[in-house]
């Protein structure tokens, strides 16, 4: 079952570097379909830290590992599908008119969520609840800013 995941994450992974290198969204709605899936995902394994993180769901060392390295790996993908001319969705039109605080904001999220995964794998429930305050604070920090209510 796990084998199986990383096997997706891989797929899922290379498919989106092959996407950055040939512009590879043929429309504006693909590339807009494409970041809410990916927000979703990461959306989804990050609640279930969060879950974790405030003692509703008791610490399992494997989940939260697996969960971080997912949260993790979708943090480096939907920025590829904000392309000039994928306005839209819920994004506000800043992401385009203040393009290096947008990127600041991704590597944000980048640097918090590979800190999770440190977290994650050193098994310290206190860095944890600490790492996914982090992330969560990275996310809020973004969606202030770039995304509509
Ligand atoms: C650098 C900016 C940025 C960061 C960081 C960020 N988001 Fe978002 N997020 C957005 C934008 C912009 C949208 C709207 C995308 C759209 O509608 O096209 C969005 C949309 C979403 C959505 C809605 C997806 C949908 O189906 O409409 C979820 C859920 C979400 N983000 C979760 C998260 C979580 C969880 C984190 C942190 C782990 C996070 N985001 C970090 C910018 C960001």
Same mark, same amino acid.
């Given at each position: 079952?796990?084998n199986k *995941?990383k096997?997706a994450l891989?797929a899922?992974?290379?498919s989106?570097?092959?996407g950055t290198?040939?512009?590879? +969204?043929?429309?504006?709605?693909?590339?807009?379909? *494409?970041?809410?899936? /990916?927000?979703? /995902?990461?959306?989804?394994h %990050?609640?279930r830290l969060? #879950?974790?993180?405030?003692?509703e769901v008791?610490?399992?060392?494997?989940? /939260?590992?697996? %969960?971080a *390295?997912?949260v993790n790996?979708m943090a480096?993908?939907p920025?590829? &599908?904000f392309?000039?001319?994928?306005?839209?969705?819920d994004?506000?039109?800043a992401?385009?008119?203040?393009a290096?605080?947008f990127k600041? &904001?991704?590597?944000k999220l980048i640097? #918090?969520?590979a800190?999770?995964s440190s977290?994650?794998?050193?098994?310290d429930?206190?860095?944890?609840?600490?790492?996914t305050?982090?992330?969560? &604070? &990275? !996310?809020? %920090? !973004?969606?202030?800013? +770039?995304?509509?209510k």
């Open positions: 079952m796990k *995941y096997i891989v899922i992974v290379t989106a570097i092959a290198a040939f512009a590879q +969204f043929a429309r504006p709605d693909a590339a807009i379909k *494409y970041r809410k899936a /990916v927000f979703t /995902v990461m959306g989804t %990050n609640a969060g #879950a974790v993180a405030k003692g008791p610490f399992n060392k494997d989940e /939260v590992i697996r %969960n *390295y997912i790996t480096s993908l920025w590829q &599908a392309g000039s001319g994928t306005e839209g969705g994004a506000l039109p992401i385009w008119s203040e290096s605080k600041s &904001a991704q590597e640097a #918090a969520t800190s999770l977290a994650a794998n050193s098994g429930l206190e860095a944890v609840k600490k790492a305050a982090n992330v969560g &604070a &990275a !996310c809020k %920090n !973004c969606h202030d800013d +770039f995304k509509k």
